[in-house]
């Protein structure tokens, strides 16, 4: 990679303001009477501390590559430097005009002897001072001014920024400077340049070109500060393509997500209202068939027919072509297991005589036999991970699933259409009903009552202590119903002898009983005293509490609940937060969330918003004006009324309001400073050093998750700058001893949902002993792997970086006698060529002899070089090692197995423990967990 080629790209990089599309490099490099294929180029751009990619799925023709550097500019006045590894440069002359010309008391020589070894080191000494200068402009912060993240959030002329035209920030939408913005012409933030942001410009020294190239260099800093994508799809399948579109933003949805119900419309309380993406409908399914103009779908009559001839596998059911389409909700393996009115799909196979059996079940009327290893739920899972296909074992027998064709060897799949998927338990949508607080009635049906009439149900209610009366609203599927008998201890049989019904009912032609037997068939209404309850003691608890203390929380109001109802009312998004990892534990904290904001308008100004008119010094605790802020006082006031009954939150008293909104509304508290975070300084890389407004504090400290603990260079104290600034926002003193609690719970709200790999259905309640500690940053696979990029000769983290340094992509070690040292092994040329030879069965002496190596091929780009291509073997009859997808060395003609090494590789680090195949006739089971291969490597 150190030849002429990745000079020219390179240096045609920053000549072409620092970036160019993955389509223009052909042209560039034949101006350079250089001909090369698009996998040399693909190798080129794996280096990343070089090369930064717009990547979404596929590189296409319009894919932007844009240049790296390390390289900065010192921020020292000059002269006070005593060492760094900066560029001593004058800033204003990197950006086009330095006023102060000859007489500029910063360095103006590119090639000073410091510097060149600067950029020698960084091999960028070839670059002119233009090529060299547009580089530095795209890759430091320092340079250029910030789009002001405030002005970019809130609805008011200068949005939620408090400077408003004396902010020295650039009030420009953010999303229009990264070629982004899909309002256009719509959208309310600026898309020019007004007098303000010409003026901080050529403040900071922008030439009148640079100033023509914002755009294009900010859209550049957007993409080298962009995090890698998260693709499902192996990145390797990345696919070179033209476009003849113009490149717009990505779909924020997908159609999957516009075609489903939404679950939070079906429990009443969706926030995003009108602007949700899902389908808002009271069922959890929908039947539908195209209008005559193809352009509307209109709803079928006599659903609850549809669904349950649907729901029947002895149905053939067909979907008409596109005309007729059936919306669900989400599938319920895609949620935790605390979520109601998802899709329960049931997967079937076809008998011999063909009658549907569900898979991991017997046949109806059969018992002792050997039914599916695999049940519905697993296939679900598979189905929906797009894997093809999927092993499985039934009595003697081994079967393979393709889930492509539908087609298994002995059985068929209920799958030729989506339409043939049973779905349990959405027969009939959602009835609302009184919840009657007697169970089993005296000469009545055993079960759980509910009432259509709330009068009825009221009968049953009693006052204990009190006048009061309580009584549960509640969502109840009651499916097929039929009427009840004292006798039933569970439904009946169906009058077609197959199955039972749902439920039973006072009156078959008018219900106004119903009588449920199941738990999984009734949610109480979020509405209902439990979640009150949770929500307020929240609130009343800094907004925050551990889950092991809810039980506690519960029994002062008299109320016992079990942990599955508790996660199911934690799985409303819209009021709490979970600080989640993969388990749930006694000391997991939840959090209280609202939507609801400040209003930031002067009052009188603010025509109409959705926000709450109040004094944010009142909800910090210390208003100095009192009667006379001009700010309103009144939480109860006829327009914050409207909004608080709105959000449910009306019951709240105004310590419990005040303290959910400190938690959610940024406005209100002062942000902790992020440059003070960065960096090795004493303010970090903070400009305003001791005039600013932001928190100069430790922001792991505040968040409870520092590990440096009292070894950390940041503050884990308030000095009197910070409480300066505190005191200046109205906080009282009990909010300030709370502020680590306060933003802690900031923190949580903001999370993101975490990347959790196993089901999170699996999630488990459990005790802890030990205090909370940070995650590990590093696991041991990484700490064991060789640095890819040191091989490549440009590690950034240097000595610092988890991985190991070393000259070869694998290494061979021995433990040394004090069992605390790793030895290198001699000779480990030979070592590795008998361990790539799978006659060898080379074995590593217990824990005494380890391999590290570079990370394994697959789960890395195709253009990334030196990663391990690990290869499969299986041994045939007679001893001989035979490459998985291969045939036999010698032999032509045969019928390899229908996995390859790479494919196996996949599911292998995937951790799944069975992959199905095939070879000639015969189907195959390979058990990871137990398998004895042998493996060897190329590199």
């Not at 602007?275 to 659903?303: A, E, T």
């Amino acid at each position: 990679m150190a030849g002429v080629l990745p000079k020219i790209i390179f240096a045609n990089l920053c000549e072409n303001q620092g970036c160019v599309e993955f389509g223009r490099f052909k042209e560039v490099l034949r101006r350079g009477h250089f001909t090369v294929d698009n996998s040399v180029l693909l190798k080129i751009l794996s280096e990343d501390g070089k090369y930064a990619v717009s990547l979404a799925k596929e590189i296409q023709a319009d894919t932007l590559v844009v240049a790296k550097t390390h390289l900065r500019v010192c921020q020292q006045v000059s002269g006070k430097c005593s060492q760094c590894d900066n560029l001593h440069l004058c800033r204003y002359l990197i950006c086009g005009n330095c006023r102060y010309g000859n007489e500029c008391k910063n360095y103006h020589d590119v090639a000073s002897e410091y510097n060149l070894a600067l950029l020698k080191e960084a091999g960028l000494q070839d670059l002119t001072e233009k090529q060299l200068f547009q580089l530095l402009l795209q890759n430091d912060d320092y340079l250029l001014p910030k789009i002001c993240s405030h002005y970019n959030r809130g609805n008011g002329e200068h949005g939620s920024c408090t400077f408003t035209t004396s902010c020295t920030n650039l009030h420009v939408c953010r999303h229009f400077l990264q070629a982004d913005c899909k309002f256009g012409d719509t959208c309310k933030r600026a898309h020019s340049f007004n007098e303000q942001i010409m003026k901080i410009l050529k403040g900071r020294g922008l030439s009148k070109k640079n100033i023509q190239l914002l755009g294009k260099i900010y859209h550049s800093k957007s993409i080298i500060k962009q995090p890698l994508p998260d693709i499902e799809v192996p990145i390797r399948n990345l696919q070179i393509r033209a476009t003849t579109s113009e490149t717009t933003a990505a779909p924020a949805t997908s159609e999957a997500d516009r075609n489903e119900i939404c679950l939070y419309f079906l429990r009443q309380h969706c926030s995003f209202k009108e602007k949700c993406v899902r389908v808002h409908y009271q069922l959890p399914y929908r039947w539908q068939v195209q209008g005559s103009d193809s352009l509307n779908w209109i709803d079928l009559p006599n659903m609850e027919n549809k669904e349950k001839a649907y729901c029947d596998p002895k149905n053939n059911v067909k979907l008409l072509g596109e005309t007729v389409r059936r919306l669900s909700t989400v599938s319920s393996v895609s949620k935790p297991n605390f979520f109601i009115l998802t899709t329960d799909w049931l997967w079937y196979w076809q008998d011999v005589d063909g009658s549907w059996v569900e898979y991991g079940h017997n046949k109806e009327g059969e018992s002792g036999g050997s039914p599916a290893s695999v049940n519905s739920e697993t296939l679900e899972r598979v189905y929906l991970s797009e894997e093809e296909t999927e092993g499985f074992s039934a009595g003697n027998q081994q079967y393979i699933i393709n889930f492509k064709g539908a087609m298994t060897a002995h059985c068929h799949i209920f799958r030729d259409v989506p339409a043939e998927r049973e779905e349990e338990n959405p027969k009939r949508g959602p009835q609302t009903a009184a919840l009657c607080v007697c169970t089993g009635g005296e000469g009545q049906t055993e079960g759980s009552y509910f009432a259509r009439d709330a009068s009825y149900s009221d009968m049953y209610s009693r006052a204990h202590g009190s006048r009061r009366k309580v009584m549960f609203v509640a969502h109840v599927l009651v499916g097929e119903f039929t009427t009840g008998s004292s006798s039933y201890a569970r439904p009946p049989s169906r009058s077609t002898g197959k199955g039972l019904y749902d439920s039973c009912v006072n009156n078959i032609r008018d219900p106004g009983i119903f009588v449920v037997f199941e738990k999984h068939q009734i949610y109480p209404e979020m509405a209902g005293v439990v979640s009150k309850c949770i929500f307020a003691n929240l609130c009343e608890n800094q907004g925050c509490l551990e889950f092991g203390r809810f039980k506690e929380v519960l029994r002062r109001g008299h109320i016992t609940v079990d942990n599955s109802v508790l996660l199911k009312i934690l799985s409303d998004d819209g009021k709490y937060a979970v600080s989640l990892a993969k388990e749930i534990q006694a000391d997991t904290l939840v959090v209280a969330k609202t939507h609801l904001r400040v209003c930031h308008q002067v009052p009188g100004k603010c025509s109409q918003c959705n926000n709450l008119h109040l004094c944010r010094h009142l909800i910090c605790g210390n208003c100095r004006y009192g009667k006379k802020c001009k700010y309103s006082h009144d939480v109860a006031s006829e327009y914050n009324l409207a909004l608080l009954m709105e959000a449910g939150l009306q019951n709240l008293s105004e310590k419990q309001l005040f303290q959910l909104l400190l938690l959610n509304d940024d406005y209100l508290l002062p942000e902790i400073c992020s440059h003070y975070n960065r960096g090795n300084g004493e303010h970090g890389i903070c400009k305003f050093t001791t005039s600013c407004t932001n928190l100069h504090v430790c922001q792991h400290f505040l968040q409870a998750d520092c590990k440096f603990g009292d070894t950390c260079k940041r503050a884990h104290s308030f000095n009197e700058q910070i409480m300066k600034i505190l005191k200046g926002r109205g906080l009282s003193k009990k909010n300030i001893q709370l502020l680590g609690k306060i933003y802690h719970s900031k923190s949580i709200i903001k999370q993101p949902l975490p990347d959790i790999e196993v089901p999170i259905r699996n999630l488990q309640i459990r005790a802890t002993t030990s205090e909370t500690t940070a995650a590990p940053a590093t696991s041991e696979a990484d700490r064991n792997e060789i640095c890819l990029y040191f091989l490549c000769q440009h590690c950034s983290f240097k000595e610092k970086c988890v991985r190991v340094h070393y000259q070869l992509p694998y290494r061979w070690q021995v433990q040394g006698s004090d069992s605390l040292n790793w030895i290198d092994l001699p000779n480990m040329e030979n070592t590795e060529k008998a361990y790539c030879d799978p006659k060898n069965n080379v074995k590593l002496l217990g824990e005494t002899v380890r391999r590290l190596s570079t990370v394994s091929s697959v789960s890395k780009p195709n253009f990334f070089i030196l990663t391990t291509d690990w290869l499969w073997y299986w041994q045939d009859e007679d001893g001989s090692w035979v490459e998985y997808g291969h045939n036999k060395e010698g032999e032509s003609g045969g019928s390899p197995a229908s996995v390859n090494s790479e494919t196996l590789e996949r599911v292998y680090l995937s951790e799944k423990e069975t992959e199905g195949f095939s070879a000639g006739n015969q189907q195959y089971i390979i058990n990871f967990k137990g398998a004895m291969t042998g493996s060897s490597l190329s590199l």
